[in-house]
């Protein structure tokens, strides 16, 4: 599993790399193409009592203007639930953001993730069915909004496509802090 989990983030890792690397080369003749382009990214750690969660998700973001913004980004993440379930979740995802004003950001991001959750023995759903170990893709559509102070935008993102059965969010409605440099 973690192995597939390093495989799945290498390949990933290629992809863009090849993107960025023809992307250079026509850039060579426009030289404000890097000055345009910013790195950031989200990165999260959370404990609990029987609970943990880390997430890792670097990103490259194109400012086309001075309104709008594009780019892509890698993700992977861990969740253990004690006696519940364990899961490895990586993809990659493609955002466009818009600021009508410098203060105000909304964004759109389609993700794709391969999701491996492992359910410990005999766990039970509120129907008394066995649940069973799933490796699925889960596909999210983000629509977000939130408040920009420079290179952090704190704001709130909603999932159009929730599924609260996948068990790869909790909520349609996630918190995000968005850091580009």
């Known amino acids: 599993m973690k192995i597939g989990f390093f495989n799945f983030l290498t390949k990933c890792t290629l992809i863009v790399s090849t993107i960025l690397c023809c992307t250079t080369t026509n850039a060579q003749q426009d030289s404000d193409f890097w000055s345009r382009v910013r790195f950031g990214g989200t990165a999260g750690v959370a404990f609990g009592r ?11 973001l194109y400012q086309v203007n001075a309104y709008v913004g594009v780019g892509v980004g890698l993700q992977g993440s861990y969740v253990n639930f004690d006696d519940f379930y364990e899961s490895y979740i990586y993809g990659m995802s493609v955002i466009g953001i818009f600021s009508p004003i410098p203060e105000v950001q909304l964004s759109a991001e389609v993700e794709q993730l391969r999701v ?29 909004a939130g408040y920009n102070t420079g290179n952090v935008t704190i704001g709130i993102r909603y999932n159009v496509l929730f599924r609260e059965r996948d068990r790869v969010y909790s909520d349609a409605f996630m918190p995000f802090i968005r850091v580009f440099f």
């Open 50 to 60: 029987d609970y943990t969660d880390i997430l890792i998700a670097p990103s490259a």
């Open 116 to 144: 491996n959750l492992n359910y410990d023995d005999n766990v039970f759903d509120d129907n008394n069915t066995l649940l069973r170990d799933r490796d699925f893709w889960n596909t999210a559509l983000f629509l977000g």
